[in-house]
């Protein structure tokens, strides 16, 4: 596609469910990122995947927190057991390798998760 | 360990007024690369710059200039002659440029309302 796709846009879950939020990157672009923007926050760093390499978990905030990417491609954060705290809107970047390059990143639209 | 401060929470111009948005990092890389993301209402994040730490070379672009200090750490954004246009939220960001970790870390962002 033309950009970095994001899905669902908005989900409104309640707590203690199970939440999967999509990102579909740019076609050929090797690196995927996750980040986390809570209300009046920065940009939380939560997962990085590049190329077959293993992801690079150190931002997931807990163990209810996972991502995988399959075929170098499409990526899914899972979310188990949802808190209100999860609330935020989750970010999805792409950029083409490789690393080091200093190539910019291209965002999805994000996904505004609302835990009640 | 890195870190990117942006200081100004929000900032209020009236149009045409000059405004420029500051940036201090702080990095042990020799090597690294600075951004500046646009966040409008609509959410997704836009590059806006990406420059090299071993280039010091000041860029403008139209109404945008970037001022990159190594001495001082930062990396300040201007827009001359502003408008409405330009209100969103503005990201700075560091990421190395060599070693086992290429990501990339997010100030808090600066709120930008342009009134008319």
């Known amino acids: 596609g033309a950009g970095v796709s994001q899905s669902p846009s908005n989900k409104v879950t309640e707590k203690g469910k199970d939440v999967e939020l999509r990102c579909d990157p740019i076609?050929?672009?090797?690196?995927l990122y996750w980040y986390r923007q809570s209300l009046g926050q920065g940009l939380e760093f939560l997962i990085y995947?590049?190329?077959?390499?293993?992801?690079?978990k150190s931002g997931l905030p807990s163990d209810r927190f996972s991502a995988e990417r399959t075929g170098g491609s499409v990526s899914t954060l899972t979310i188990q057991r949802t808190q209100q705290e999860d609330s935020a809107v989750y970010l999805c970047?792409?950029?083409?390798?490789?690393?080091?390059?200093?190539?910019?990143?291209?965002f999805g639209s994000g996904t505004r998760l609302t835990v009640v | 360990a890195q870190k990117v401060t942006q200081a100004q929470t929000e900032i209020s111009v009236v149009e045409k007024e000059d405004v420029t948005l500051d940036c201090v990092y702080e990095?042990?890389?020799?090597?690294?690369?600075l951004f500046w993301y646009k966040q409008p209402p609509s959410g997704e994040l836009v590059f806006l710059i990406r420059?090299?730490?071993?280039?010091?070379q000041n860029e403008i672009s139209g109404r945008y200039s970037w001022n990159f200090q190594k001495s001082t750490s930062s990396f300040n954004f201007t827009i001359t002659a502003s408008q409405v246009v330009d209100s969103a939220v503005y990201f700075c960001?560091?990421?190395?440029?060599?070693?086992?970790?290429?990501?990339?870390?997010f100030g808090r962002g600066t709120s930008l309302i342009v009134h008319p």
């Open positions: 970047a792409s950029s083409l390798g490789p690393p080091g390059a200093g190539y910019g990143y291209t």
């Open positions: 995947f590049q190329g077959n390499s293993a992801p690079d």
């Open positions: 990095t042990r890389d020799t090597t690294y690369y």
């Open positions: 420059r090299n730490s071993f280039d010091e």
């Open positions: 076609s050929g672009h090797t690196a």
């Open positions: 960001a560091l990421r190395p440029a060599s070693g086992g970790s290429y990501i990339p870390t």
